[in-house]
């Protein structure tokens, strides 16, 4: 199955800042997606970043704060614009591999002060 | 939105004990995945069902797909400590994109 590498594993921002998070996979994935996940809780899906095209939100989510980018199949960045501390949160990207199911990145773990 | 309901939120179990957690949909499904996620770590993939009625086994786990494909459960024989993490259903409705449960936490007694 394929292998997803994310970065920055970690990070702690200021509130009003932007970050930008990346995943590479290491074979072409047909569908990513991005998560979000509150430590103790389920995943909730922001978005699908489609290739060469505008990402498909989930209600709740909005390109202007999220804005994603997938210029190719197998990288793909998340923005997390203007911060604030409710977006303390953990991000996490996921590519469809057929049969092995989504593989996931190790997760990105954003603090905002 | 579409939703999965999974149940239970927590379960404490002694070592060598067993464990189920269930899934349920309102409507039907065209697929159901199974993930576990260690503490710190993030969602691994498990199995996916996709037939009627269909059941798998992976050594101590059996995962089985409801007949009307609404339902779902994953039950494992004589946990042991290497089994605990939060286990996740994950449905789809045929868009590809995964909804997941609220998953259950499975903590273990050694």
């Known amino acids: 199955s394929a292998v997803i590498s994310q970065k920055p594993s970690r990070d702690i921002c200021q509130r009003g800042t932007s970050l930008t998070i990346q995943c590479q996979v290491d074979s072409q994935v047909t569908m990513m997606f991005w998560y979000r996940q509150q430590p103790g809780q389920s995943l909730t899906l922001i978005a699908t970043a489609n290739q060469g095209s505008e990402a498909t939100y989930e209600s709740g989510f909005v390109i202007d704060k999220f804005p994603i980018s997938r210029p190719n199949l197998t990288f793909s960045t998340l923005t997390v614009s203007n911060m604030s501390p409710e977006d303390s949160s953990i991000y996490l990207c996921?590519?469809?591999?057929?049969?092995?199911?989504?593989?996931f990145g190790s997760g990105t773990r954003l603090t905002v002060v | 939105g579409q939703q999965v309901m999974q149940i239970p939120q927590y379960q404490h179990v002694q070592e060598g004990e067993d464990f189920t957690t269930y899934c349920n949909s309102s409507?039907?499904?065209?697929?159901i995945q199974w993930y576990k996620q260690r503490p710190g770590g993030h969602p691994v993939f498990l199995i996916q069902?996709?037939?009627?009625?269909e059941v798998k086994k992976q050594k101590r786990l059996t995962f089985q797909f409801g007949e009307a494909k609404k339902n779902s459960s994953l039950h494992i024989t004589a946990t042991q400590t290497t089994d605990v993490g939060t286990y996740f259903c994950?449905?789809?409705?045929?868009?590809?994109?995964?909804?997941f449960g609220q998953g259950t936490r499975l903590t273990i007694n050694p």
């Open positions: 994950a449905a789809n409705w045929g868009a590809q994109k995964l909804v």
């Open positions: 996921s590519g469809e591999t057929g049969n092995y199911g989504y593989t």
């Open positions: 069902l996709v037939k009627s009625g």
């Open positions: 409507t039907t499904l065209s697929n």
